[in-house]
């Protein structure tokens, strides 16, 4: 997708740091972080939102986080961790190409 910056960053057309990448999905460091650990999980193939999840892609989010528990160790997430997917505006969704954030390495605030 074109001027899609998740879609740029999977091309290795702009760079991220990248902790894991297969052949459906990367997860790099967020620029902003907003904990001590802050990652985003991604698919490869490009959609906005839950609202266009066919079953394939389903299944492809299903394996996302089973991608995510798997690697809870090695991302350094074994004490616990948040799964946040913002979804439209009053969500404050800034990159409309679907996305898990990961945050963790720290207790994190709920209110
Ligand atoms: P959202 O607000 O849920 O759409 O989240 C988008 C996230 O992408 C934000 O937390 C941004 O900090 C992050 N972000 C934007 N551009 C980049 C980039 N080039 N590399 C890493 N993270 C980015």
């Not at 939102?49 to 690697?71: S, Y």
């Amino acid at each position: 997708m074109e001027n899609c910056i998740f879609c740029k960053i999977v091309a290795g057309e702009i760079p991220s740091a990248k902790v894991y990448e297969d052949e459906e999905m990367v997860i790099f460091k967020d620029v902003a972080p907003k904990a001590k650990i802050h990652l985003l999980c991604v698919p490869k193939e490009h959609f906005a939102t839950v609202m266009e999840l066919t079953d394939e892609r389903a299944a492809l989010v299903g394996r996302m986080l089973q991608k995510i528990g798997r690697l809870r160790d090695m991302l350094g997430l074994a004490d616990g961790f948040r799964l946040v997917v913002n979804q439209g505006e009053n969500a404050g969704q800034t990159v409309h190409h679907l996305h898990i954030h990961i945050l963790g390495g720290e207790t994190l605030p709920w209110e």
